[in-house]
């Protein structure tokens, strides 16, 4: 089985010219804009520098060479563009015969390389609830693991826990100041959170206390044993809680790194690079790396005069841990990026060390709420927990709204699938290096640019399919499938594969939600204006077809980011 899409075009194409090569040719095809029946299109300007020739005269030339493919159905010439139709035979029979693969296999006979890949997210503080911030981590990490998964790769899903340093013990200094050995009385991260706020509060008015929590640092690196206790009971609470968010968003980890596991090995490793002249000390002990001359970085410090570690300190020996426990072939950092300078420092160390491993940082910008942007140390974080409950809540109101001759439980379930879908779908609707305002009323909204909108359509169509009780099948009238909306309609349908191969190549997650916008919004412009259910049996037996494979990549494209789909809103 062969996808028809536009390496196939550029494989017709390769046939005839000479002057570039595969790749070449496959990156200068372009899309047509929407009102071209056209689904492809070649420009020959650049030709026209080898031959000397204007390019419309080119795009005449290549018309005469080419010897028509049974999957293009016309080509004609507009100026200097050669332009392509791809049979919509072709392109639903893929559909109809790969389902779930049609996007994951271009060419069965292609011999693609398969890398194993570890992909690190979200990397929390054990100090406090995971913010929504955190969120938008999660939902990356995981739908580019979903992606790369789907398309063939060995995907390690792994989470650091940073539970040790200068803000854990702020945490349990406040603790144990202010907490009287009090058990959680609600959500445990959220309850160790509060003391990360009420410490922040406390310092305004006693600047010292921050000299404590720095003695309580250095009494945890010294092995204390009440300090040890109170750590993991704390650090436990945190956990736990976490836990009970990462069910709800249906994550589950390869492997989970403790900071407070790695922090001395990592010491190891820079005593050594001390020793052999990679690193200096400074006149107060403190060891630092120049990066000045061959990285054009700033120096950083790797251990403070005190010899307490910091955070760069584990991120060195994480990095070898990863590749002696799974071997990878490329490692990837799901992190904001106010921490890009920070994996500059981390890349380039490691490079100093001499390893020479495929290291990437996937950055990505900051999130807010209408509010305002989420300030942890003021106390007015944006806890994740507290975003999911309110796009349920507002999930809800909508189902009770539209269905209220429902059961509770029945309610209940859909607002969850809803209201998850309309937080996963707003947030990774955005390239990862925006920064956006997310907005909850906006998200769960049944119309425009939302999940819940893209739910409504697959909703829609198996409500459409299931009310024909016929069996779909490609023995249809294919001349039938000839209405401007219908045309259109396919046209997106053939450029599914190719969406994901850009997303699979640049990691650029946002492009599978808009095209899953452009596809849905194709569909309900086709469904104004055509009938599927008629008297017309066989025009009946075409559309269905057409809606079906319209099914089909909505739900591979909402599998990919997450997102479950409905029969029934």
């Known amino acids: 089985m062969k996808v028809i899409d536009k390496r196939s075009l550029a494989n017709i194409l390769k046939e005839i010219i000479s002057d570039l090569n595969l790749e070449e040719i496959e990156a200068l095809i372009e899309i047509p804009p929407p009102e071209f029946d056209y689904t492809y299109a070649f420009p020959c300007f650049k030709l026209s520098q080898f031959h000397k020739k204007k390019p419309n005269i080119i795009a005449q030339d290549l ?146 206390l921050e000299q404590e929590a720095y003695k309580l640092l250095r009494l945890w690196e010294m092995g204390d044993k009440d300090t040890l206790d109170l750590w993991k009971k704390m650090n436990n609470w945190v956990l736990d809680g976490f836990k009970v968010t990462f069910k709800k968003l249906s994550i589950s980890f390869d492997k989970e790194y403790f900071e407070s596991d790695l922090y001395l090995k990592g010491k190891e490793i820079i005593l050594d690079g001390l020793r052999k002249g990679i690193f200096k000390r400074a006149e107060d002990g403190a060891i630092f790396v120049e990066l000045k001359e061959k990285y054009n970085l700033p120096d950083k410090f790797l251990i403070r005069s005190d010899g307490t570690s910091i955070y760069i300190t584990q991120d060195i020996y994480l990095a070898y841990k990863k590749k002696a426990d799974f071997n990878y072939d490329r490692s990837i950092y799901v992190v904001g990026d106010p921490q890009n300078q ?37 106390g007015t974080v944006v806890d994740g927990d507290d975003v999911i409950e309110e796009v349920e809540k507002l999930a809800f109101n909508e189902v009770n709204k539209r269905y209220p001759d429902l059961t509770e439980k029945e309610k209940k379930v859909r607002a969850e699938t809803i209201g998850l ?9 955005y390239s990862p290096v925006k920064g956006f305002i ?47 909306k219908e045309r259109f309609l396919i046209k997106q349908l053939v450029y599914f594969p190719e969406i994901i191969d850009t997303s699979e190549k640049t990691y650029n997650i946002h492009l599978i939600p808009q095209y899953l916008l452009s596809l849905c919004q194709a569909f309900n412009s086709f469904y104004t204006s055509c009938q599927v259910i008629t008297e017309d049996k066989e025009l009946e037996k075409a559309r269905l077809l057409l809606i079906y494979c319209v099914q089909i990549l909505i739900k591979t494209g909402l599998n990919i980011l997450g997102i479950k789909t409905l029969d029934k809103m």
């Open 438 to 484: 997310f907005k909850p009323d906006e998200s769960i909204s049944f119309e425009g640019e939302t999940g819940p909108y893209i739910q409504y359509c697959y909703a829609r169509i198996a409500s459409i399919i299931s009310k024909s009780g016929r069996e779909i099948s490609t023995d249809i009238n294919w001349d039938l499938l000839n209405h401007e």
């Open 63 to 208: 018309k005469d060479k080419i010897k028509l493919p049974e999957f293009i159905s016309n080509i004609n010439v507009a100026g200097p563009y050669l332009n392509f139709i791809i049979d919509p035979k072709f392109i639903l029979e893929n559909i109809f015969e790969l389902k779930s693969d049609y996007g994951r296999i271009r060419d069965i006979s292609e011999n693609v390389k398969k890398l194993k890949i570890v992909i690190e997210y979200p990397s929390p503080n054990t100090n406090k609830p995971l913010h929504f911030g955190h969120i938008r981590n999660i939902l990356l990490g995981k739908s580019l693991s979903n992606l790369l998964e789907y398309k063939g790769h060995r995907v390690f899903q792994v989470n650091l826990y940073n539970n040790r340093g200068i803000h854990i013990c702020k945490s349990m200094l406040a603790y144990k100041k202010w907490g009287n050995n009090k058990e959680p009385d609600k959500k445990s991260d959220h309850f160790v959170g509060d003391f990360y706020v009420k410490y922040s509060k406390m310092t305004e008015k006693n600047p010292s």
């Open 342 to 378: 920070h994996f500059k420092w981390l890349f380039a160390i490691l490079d100093m060390l001499g390893f020479k491993e495929d290291n990437y940082h996937l950055s990505y910008g900051m999130i807010s709420l209408p509010s305002g942007k989420m300030k942890s140390r003021e």
């Open 421 to 429: 879908a309309a937080m996963i779908f707003y947030i990774l609707k």
